[in-house]
Nanobody
Framework: QVQLVESGGGLVQAGGSLRLSCSVSGNIFSIDSMGWYRQAPGKQRELVATITTGSSTNYKDSVKGRFTISRDNDKNTLYLQMNSLKPEDSADYYC????????????????WGKGTLVTVSS
């Protein structure tokens, strides 16, 4: 009912930049908070950044000052600008939204994309 498609991942050298995008489509009634998570091999998925409908943001400490999360509500799109990338930023990056659908507008649920791989070489 709700589809999330991430794009923008790839291979970059340390110190470089990437911009991730997440396009949200489907039977959407309302999107509340949105966020980016990441999971490196052998590690648990962790929160990278979140943004509310009022554009309040929250970041993992290790990415503060380097990453910027933003959203375009008209386009139902989420972004993550990543600068000064480090090898430890390498992971699969997942988009998450807390949203309701037209058929159940009162019920908010978490939806996930399939991820986009970011690899930072040293």
């Amino acid at each position: 009912q709700v589809q999330l498609v991430e794009s923008g991942g790839g291979l970059v050298q340390a110190g470089g930049s990437l911009r991730l995008s997440c396009s949200v489509s489907g039977n959407i009634f309302s999107i509340d908070s949105m966020g980016w998570y990441r999971q490196a091999p052998g590690k648990q998925r962790e929160l990278v950044a979140t943004i509310t409908t009022g554009s309040s943001t929250n970041y993992k400490d290790s990415v503060k000052g380097r990453f910027t999360i933003s959203r375009d509500n008209d386009k139902n799109t989420l972004y993550l600008q990543m600068n000064s990338l480090k090898p430890e930023d390498s992971a699969d990056y997942y988009c998450n939204v807390y949203a309701s659908t037209i058929t159940a507008s009162w019920r908010y649920m978490n939806y996930w994309g399939k991820g986009t791989l970011v690899t930072v070489s040293s």
